[in-house]
Every structure is written in structure tokens, then in C-alpha cells.
Nanobody, 115 residues
């Protein structure tokens, strides 16, 4: 049973930074894609950033230059460094991992950015 566990959410003032981590357990195989999605109150879930094996990361336009996604050498942990946070970055951040077309989701971690 694959399980994704996020950590690192919290509250911060605009302009601040937070780091999110996601660890996958229950799998001995690499995930083709790992990434982060978010859902703001009243809005649809959207892709924030993902990283595929052998490719450069993909970012939502509004976070380019502020957020950085990375994976560790084992391949089953993914991180999101978020700098220069804005109020509009507020939401629940979900870790997502995909292997051979099958997607797995974490339970989400809340990020709140206040002015």
C-alpha cells in the first residue's frame, strides 16, 4: 500500500518562506512523476510543480522564480521550497506521485499566508 505523507505546512506572513516535504512509503519502485498540487478555498485543485525522471521541473506560472521543487537521491521523497510567499499562495498543498499512469495522493498540508 503506497502512502504519501506531507509535512512542513504552516502560517507565514507575506514575503516569508516555507518548505514542504513529502515521503512515499510502501513502494520499492521509483515514481515517474512526483509533484505538488494545491487547492485554495473555493477553487479547483491546480498543479504547482512537478518533476519527472529525466526532465526539467514544471512550474505554475505564478510561482516561477519563487518556488523550487526537488527530489532526493532515493527518488521517493519530494520537496517544495517556497519563497516570497503571497496571500494567493494560501491553500491545501497535496503531494502527488505517479507510476505507470497510476496516481497516489497525500492527505494535504495547509499553507496560510497572511498580509
Amino acid at each position: 500500500q503506497v502512502r504519501l505523507v506531507e509535512s512542513g505546512g504552516g502560517s507565514v506572513q507575506a514575503g516569508g518562506s516555507l518548505s514542504l516535504s513529502c515521503a512515499a512509503s510502501g513502494s520499492t519502485f521509483w515514481f515517474n512523476i512526483m509533484g505538488w498540487h494545491r487547492q485554495a478555498p473555493g477553487k479547483q485543485r491546480e498543479l504547482v510543480a512537478n518533476i519527472k525522471i529525466g526532465s526539467t521541473p514544471t512550474y505554475l506560472d505564478s510561482v516561477k522564480g519563487r518556488f523550487t521543487i526537488s527530489r532526493d537521491i532515493t527518488g521517493n521523497k519530494v520537496y517544495l521550497q517556497m519563497n516570497s510567499l503571497k496571500e494567493e499562495d494560501t491553500g491545501v498543498y497535496y503531494c502527488r506521485a505517479e507510476r505507470n499512469g497510476v496516481a497516489f495522493w497525500g492527505q494535504g498540508t495547509v499553507v496560510t499566508v497572511s498580509s
